[in-house]
């Protein structure tokens, strides 16, 4: 008997003292406040939008006859699923307009921008990285731009070129040179797909030479002394190594496209073209929330299918050891008399597909009749022209001295500058903890964690946001109708918020990739000498780790500065942004300011590049190319 109590004594005993220490355990505190927050700024959102769509709510009460606000209901759901045809919708069901034929345009895209992306990306880089190729501080510059440029303003470049004038607004610049454009390549799925992938390719060529740049030529080399031909040594050592960030570049375009809300309404609403994201903020802005989350929750779980298959496809690893300790060489393959055209190429294509609709952009801006492509028409009214003289667009002046520009550049920039410091230290302190804590359990799920919002689009996630901060949050006991947090909807923090949130994955492979190159030796060391968690990380960490701030902030600063569809949704008149005041004057009519104000963004963004490479070396390929396991790029 006494036996038996010292036996349980002692297993109390033992078990106080890990708690204790588990308690004690700086690392395990930090990793249960990121969990926590995590989970309540990315998780219980989604909860509580599938919640919400199982409950008749106040607007509903016309809808639903003889129902009570807060009953039980699955009306939402038939009629986005199950919906009987009408005599409003013209005999065909309301699902079919809503759910069925949206999904399927918006499936069409995504495997067709993804399957696109991914090819041409995957050659690019490899071009780039494996062969002699000349030119490439040149090309490597202009294969980024396509990452750095929106999709919308890439979609306004189109519509500057091939807008045929006969679907409203004014002709584009080959309808003005009497050049006849088929409604179908200026309007529709192909001009869709063509603008998506032109900005997908660029994320995964950014991927896929930062895998390629890891990967020792020696292993290929052996190979061919052995016999093995070229295309033997792609298919069976190159194309394997390089696979993981292939389909995570075919997983990364094809959750942006399938969110994407800016492109396919820029180029598709013209002639009816719905896609999934279109539908859902069309729903949302005409209050119809709950079959809008019902959206949202069909979008989340498509992405979250590809994003689970892609990881059964590569395993759980994210990547593949291929830095050996005696270092990594590149011995690049020759091309021989084939550089030539294929340079050629190269710059026939990054001409016609970036430098020419980027002109006739920055063209159209100067020119005081769209359309018109004359000496005689050349003007800066819409860059700098003020009230009067011009009477055009009721005598609206130039965008520098629109009364809206200078509050949206401040509002922007105001923000971009927020998420880019807040972004790039929660990066790194979560790349620090996801990378010392590999192995552990606690590590892999903070690392699943911070990538679930790359599995959720992002006008998906500003449809989250608003259903979670619409209303004010925590409410304080025994203090009646009074909260913690008051509701941020409309609110300059509720940007701040969401878009450091949305950020995390790519902050996260940023801080991931930046951590891995610091050994745990120094920390050891000076843990061994007395030092604790918080001096380590000040005096060893962070001085070794200050490379890699600057990289993450300049990824964080120039997806922020464009972001468009993450927000739409919670833009209020006085946290107008730059992109959104794009997106409003090209609603409106405005074409030749919504262009000054695109060229405007784009070169700010490409200065921002240039400025960071020449003195902070920033490397974008580098920081893509520490983590394959994916990301989101907004």
């Known amino acids: 008997m006494e036996s038996e109590i010292g036996v349980r004594h002692f297993r109390l005993r033992w078990f106080k003292n890990k708690v204790v220490g588990a308690i004690k355990n700086p690392y395990n505190v930090v990793v249960f406040i990121l969990l ?72 069409i895209l995504g495997i067709s921008v993804a399957s696109i992306s991914v090819v041409l990306g995957s050659l690019m880089a490899w071009i780039m990285v494996r062969t002699d190729m000349f030119g490439k501080k040149l090309l490597s510059v202009m294969m980024i731009i396509p990452y750095m440029l929106p999709t919308w303003t890439i979609s306004l470049m189109w519509l500057t070129v091939f807008r045929t004038g006969t679907r409203g607004g004014m002709p584009g610049f080959l309808a003005g040179m009497g050049v006849q454009v088929p409604n179908w390549f200026a309007y529709g799925p192909f001009p869709i797909i ?82 999934i994201a279109t539908m859902l903020v069309s729903s949302i802005r005409n209050r119809n929330l709950s079959t809008g989350y019902i959206i949202t929750i069909v979008l989340i779980l498509i992405v979250a299918m590809a994003v689970f298959a892609n990881q059964k496809m590569i395993g759980i690893r994210r990547s593949y050891a291929t830095i050996m300790g005696k270092g990594t060489r590149t011995t690049p393959l020759s091309l021989g008399r084939a550089k030539y055209p294929l340079f050629g190429f190269l710059i026939i294509f990054m001409t016609i597909t970036v430098v020419i609709p980027m002109f006739v952009l920055l063209l159209d801006t100067v020119m005081l009749v769209p359309g018109v492509y004359s000496p005689s028409n050349f003007t800066l009214h819409y860059w700098i022209g003020g009230r009067g003289g011009i009477e055009l667009f009721a005598g609206m002046p130039g965008v520098f001295r629109h009364p809206r520009f200078w509050e949206s550049f401040g509002t922007t920039m105001m923000l971009t500058v927020c998420v880019a410091i807040i972004g790039m230290f929660t990066g790194q302190f979560l790349g620090y903890v996801c990378t010392r804590g590999r192995g552990r359990l606690s590590g892999k799920i903070l690392e699943q964690c911070s990538f679930l919002p790359y599995m959720i689009p992002s006008v998906t996630f500003g449809a989250l946001y608003l259903g979670m901060w619409i209303q004010p949050r925590i409410p304080l006991p025994f203090l009646n109708d009074v909260y913690l947090i008051p509701s941020l909807y409309g609110s300059f923090a509720l940007l701040v918020l969401i878009c450091v949130v949305n950020g995390l994955p790519s902050a996260s492979r940023a801080g991931t990739a930046n951590m891995m190159q610091i050994g745990y030796d120094l920390e050891e060391a000076a843990s061994i000498q007395g030092a604790s968690f918080i001096r380590r990380f000040r005096k060893i960490v ?41 997106f409003s004057f090209s609603e409106s009519g405005e074409s030749a300011h919504a262009s000054v104000l695109s060229a405007f963004m784009f070169l700010l963004v490409l200065a921002t590049y240039l400025i960071s490479i020449k003195i902070g070396k920033v490397d974008l390929a580098a920081a893509y190319g520490g983590s394959s396991g994916g990301g989101k790029g907004k």
């Open 194 to 275: 063509v603008v998506m992938s032109l900005s997908g390719f660029g994320s995964t060529y950014l991927l896929v030479s930062g895998a390629l740049s890891s990967v020792n030529s020696e292993v290929e080399e052996m190979a061919s002394i052995m016999g093995a031909s070229k295309p033997r040594l792609l298919r069976k050592i190159t194309f394997p190594l390089v696979l993981p960030a292939m389909l995570s570049g075919f997983i990364l375009s094809f959750a942006s496209a399938m969110g994407s809300f800016s492109t396919p309404h820029l180029l598709g609403a013209r002639v009816g073209y719905d896609t």
């Open 36 to 107: 926590v927050t995590l989970s309540y700024l990315i998780i219980l959102p989604l909860f509580e939008m599938i919640y919400s769509t199982f409950f008749v709510s106040f607007g509903d009460l016309r809808h639903i006859p003889g129902s009570q606000e807060g009953d039980f209901t699955l009306h939402h759901w038939q009629r986005v699923f199950n919906s009987p045809a009408t005599a409003f919708a013209y005999a065909r069901q309301v699902s079919n307009r809503l759910m069925y034929t949206p999904f399927r345009n918006s499936l």
């Open 542 to 582: 962070l001085p070794l780790a200050k490379p890699g701030f600057l990289t993450g902030f300049i990824l964080i600063f120039m997806s922020t500065i464009t972001t468009l569809d993450l927000i739409i949704l919670l833009m209020s008149s006085e946290t107008t942004t730059l992109s959104y005041l794009v």
